[in-house]
Antibody
Framework: HVQLQESGPGLVKPSQTLSLTCTVS??????????WSWIRQTPGKGLVWLGY???????YYNPSLKSRLTLSVDTAKNQFSLKLNSVTAADTAVYYC??????????????WGQGTMVTVSS | EIVLTQSPGTLSLSPGERATLSCRAS????????????LAWYQQKPGQAPRLLIY???GRATGIPDRFSGSGSGTDLTLIISRLEPEDSAVYYC???????????FGQGTKVEIK
């Protein structure tokens, strides 16, 4: 049974870099054709897809965040990570890691982490 | 990028009643080049991550009760909960994968309250 778990600081200062890691357990993130994604949720903007990384390291970002976002993968640790630089209060959100499954559920997100709240404040 | 608009904002119904949730897309989610509508529905309860209910507009995800069903095509998609149960109280989101852009978008959600 695959599980995803986000980890990282819950508080980040404005202008600094927000860093989160998603640990995949129960299976290897290289085991299938999955798009390992980050999604955030705020009361104002709802759910917003941020970007995905493939186990090969290929990435694709939401154009609205592309200039500030970097995703990476560590297959040895079965983890993938997010770095969002130059954060502002608008980046305060619950951040989820999730798995998009193109083959079984037509690119829907069939696995989600529990989410982690990140607040940007001095 | 397709914009998804969900209605109503809130739905308040009694147990056993039928809930009809709408998701309207700014462009057709159907594509002549692929067989899937790439339209999904999720349920989110307070403090929890979204849970996949429906994929490809009609497919029921693993473990989802058959009282949940998806329908529609083009720009009008619908989630139906045929017989509401108290545990169905949640916010429901539609989501589309745009194969041409390689991006995912979500609707703003419909809150279902059980009286």
């Amino acid at each position: 049974h695959v599980q995803l778990q986000e980890s990282g600081p819950g508080l980040v200062k404005p202008s600094q870099t927000l860093s989160l890691t998603c640990t995949v357990s129960g299976d290897s993130l290289t085991s299938g054709d999955f798009y390992w994604s980050w999604i955030r949720q705020t009361p104002g903007k709802g759910l917003v897809w941020l970007g995905y990384i493939y186990y090969t390291g290929n990435t694709y970002y939401n154009p609205s965040l592309k200039s500030r976002l970097t995703l990476s993968v560590d297959t040895a640790k079965n983890q993938f990570s997010l770095k969002l630089n130059s954060v502002t209060a608008a980046d305060t959100a619950v951040y989820y890691c999730a798995r998009a499954n193109p083959m079984i559920v037509d690119f829907a997100f069939d696995m989600w982490g529990q989410g982690t709240m990140v607040t940007v404040s001095s | 990028e397709i914009v998804l608009t969900q209605s109503p904002g809130t739905l308040s119904l009694s147990p056993g009643e039928r809930a009809t949730l709408s998701c309207r897309a700014s462009q057709s989610v159907s594509s002549q080049s692929v067989t899937s509508n790439y339209l999904a529905w999720y349920q989110q309860k307070p403090g929890q991550a979204p849970r996949l209910l429906i994929y490809g507009a009609f497919g029921r995800a693993t473990g989802i009760p058959d009282r949940f069903s998806g329908s529609g095509s083009g720009t009008d998609l619908t989630l139906i909960i045929s017989r509401l149960e108290p545990e169905d109280s949640a916010v429901y989101y539609c989501q589309h994968y745009g194969s041409s852009l390689g991006t995912w978008t979500f609707g703003q959600g419909t809150k279902v309250e059980i009286k």
